[in-house]
Structures are given as C-alpha cells and as structure tokens.
C-alpha cells in the first residue's frame, strides 16, 4: 500500500464542512457529474464524519464507472458445483508447493501470529492461499471504483456497497493513503486475504509495528489480520474443526443442518444415527452437512472452529477446502 503524503496535501485536512448540494453539479466532472445520489453521500459523509466536501468532490470526479463490475455482478449464478469438483480448484499441487514456500518465508511472523491469536499457522496461510493464491490473484480494479460502481449505479445490493463505501473512506483517512491508488476485486475486497473495508477497519491490525495497517503488499500484516479475523470470530486455540461421520438408519437427514449456524450437538446427532470418527463431547454444537465426494456422499460435523472458518465465507465447501488445504500443508511441510 503506497502510503502518500500526496494524499495528506491533496485532499487535506479532511475538516471542515462545506455546503454539498448546492456545488455538486459544478464540482463533479465525472461518470458521476450531477448525481443526486453522490450529492447525498458526500453531504452524509461531511455532516456525520467530518469530511471536507470539495475534498471528496475531488474522489468522486475522477472515479469511474464500469460497465464489467456491473456484468460480474450481475451476470447468473454458475451452477452450483459439487464438493468433488469444488476441491480441486483449490487444492492442487502448486498451491501447496507455493503454500509451503509462503510459510517457510514467514515462519516467524505466522509463529507470531499462532502464538497471540490461537490461530494455527497453516490455516491462515490456507486462507491466503484461497483467497488469491499467496497475493498472485488480488484484484485490478480500483476500489473506489467497485464500491462506487455498485454503490450508486447497483440497486439491488446498493446500500450494502455504499456502506462499504464510506468504511473504504475512513480507513483511506485513518491510513493516510490516496484512495485512488488502493486496487482490490470487483466488489472491493482487498488485499492478499480479501478483507471488505469494513473488516479491514474492524479486524485488521498493524502486525510489524510501522503504524500504518498494508494488507496490500505487507504480508506480515495480512497474517496478522487473518488471525485477528478469526480470534474475534470464535476461533478456539487447540480444538479440532471438523470431524468425519458414519451414518445409519432413517432419521439421518434430519441432523442435516440448514444454513450454516451450528443448531445442533453432537449428542443429538448421535440419537438420529450419526457417529464420529473422533471423540467428541456430547454437548459440542456442530454444523451437520453432506457433501459428494469422489467415492459417494460424504457426511461431516463441522464444529465451533468450523463456524469460524465460514464466517469468512458462508460456505461449507469454501470452510472445508480451506481446511482440507491447511492439512496438505502440515504434510507437505513435513516432507520438504
């Protein structure tokens, strides 16, 4: 992340209120010239947040609209892949080597974060490895572009991204960075683990101690900020995640969890024919799931660091593929 003191002279102080409704047509000269919508946001913004009007103006003349954020979005759902072709978009053999590579380079930090978070260092080094490849796969679109994009000219889904919008701006002010120059994925996620700018400024943290919060290109900080992820989002230091399950008789399908909120125990999973490989406390809530593998259906507990996991993503093959990866790194580490 390119920390700018150009920011600081160029749309400093960021203080001051200015009169926004009446000076919108004239100072936006834009994809967004005239917008009532941009007029009434950068009014909410100077009005609850403190920002200078003509400061923001200026963001807001030069971003643009794109056509192609509105086509991804859009475009119709791919269909929904099962788990035995899901798994092997993400665990391949050359993201474990790369993922091996990424936690020998930062062995250190990732030992660092295991030890303050609880987080083990192989799942965040998985998340990572997920989310864009070990920082290969980023995202290209400028951010206030995306958030932008979808914020004023996106109805379904506007005031999720103008919200997000307004996180991206305060944490550009907090960072002291130019917000034209931070790049991210087409709906504005960003960094090497595609944190939302409202994750970013309630979970990311500045884990190399240099005062400034780079998800972007500082790796350190990016370990540091998965980890923090998922410590506030319940991760148990030393418990296990996920747990193999036998299955018998006819009540089976009624243990199988809808959405992904654990709703039930193991104990009561057991009563409707479920059975762990692992011992696993009776009272232990579990998400129940049933995924199509290679060799048949497949059925699993997912437990309370499970959950964690899908807080990331609301999504039992994203939680288990990140798992899955995590584990073929302890080994492939092992090895080499």
């Known amino acids: 992340m390119q920390v700018m003191r150009g920011w600081a002279t160029r749309y400093a102080p960021w203080v001051g209120l200015v009169s926004i409704l009446g000076t919108a047509h004239e100072a936006l000269a834009g994809d967004y010239e005239g917008s009532p919508q941009v007029a009434e946001f950068v009014g ?3 009005r609850d947040y403190g920002f200078a009007g003509e400061q923001l103006m200026d963001v807001f003349r030069e971003a643009e ?11 119709p759902a791919e269909r929904v892949k099962q788990w035995n072709e899901y798994r092997p978009m993400f665990i391949t053999d050359a993201r474990i080597a790369r993922g091996v590579d990424f936690w020998r380079q ?18 965040i080094v998985s998340i990572i490895g997920v989310e864009t490849f070990f920082g290969r796969n980023t995202g290209n679109f400028r951010v206030i572009d995306a958030l932008s994009t979808l914020g004023f000219d996106y109805p379904p889904r506007a005031e999720f991204f103008r919200k997000e919008l ?3 701006l305060l944490l ?9 120059t931070l790049k991210g994925s087409y709906a504005g996620a960003m960094g090497l683990p595609q944190f939302m700018p409202s994750s970013f400024r309630a979970y990311a943290v500045d884990f190399d101690g ?23 989002h319940g991760w148990v230091a030393g418990e296990p995640v996920v747990s193999r399950a036998d299955v018998r008789g006819d009540q089976v399908d009624q243990g199988l969890t809808t959405g992904i909120e654990p709703t039930k125990t193991v104990g009561e999973l057991r009563a409707l024919g479920w059975s762990s490989h692992d011992a696993l406390r009776d009272d232990m809530p579990v998400t129940a799931f049933r995924l199509e593998g290679d060799n ?11 959950y964690a996991i899908t807080r990331y993503n609301r999504s039992v093959m994203y939680a288990m593929a990140v798992h899955q990866l995590s584990e073929q790194l302890v080994q492939a580490r092992g090895v080499k």
Request: aromatic fraction near 10%; hydrophobic fraction near 35%; charged fraction near 25%.
């Open 296 to 306: 048949g259906p497949e059925y699993w507990m997912g437990l309370t660091n499970f």
């Open 166 to 168: 307004r996180e991206f």
């Open 172 to 180: 550009a002010r907090e960072e002291q960075v130019d917000p034209l």
């Open 44 to 46: 909410e913004m100077t």
């Open 106 to 123: 930062h062995e250190a930090v990732l030992a660092r974060a295991e030890q303050e978070y609880g987080v083990p260092a192989q799942v």
């Open 65 to 75: 609209r794109k056509q192609s954020i509105l086509d991804a979005i859009s475009k």
């Open 210 to 232: 240099d005062g400034h919060i780079n998800i972007w290109t500082n790796p350190d900080d990016a370990i540091g900020s998965v980890a923090s992820y998922f410590k506030r």
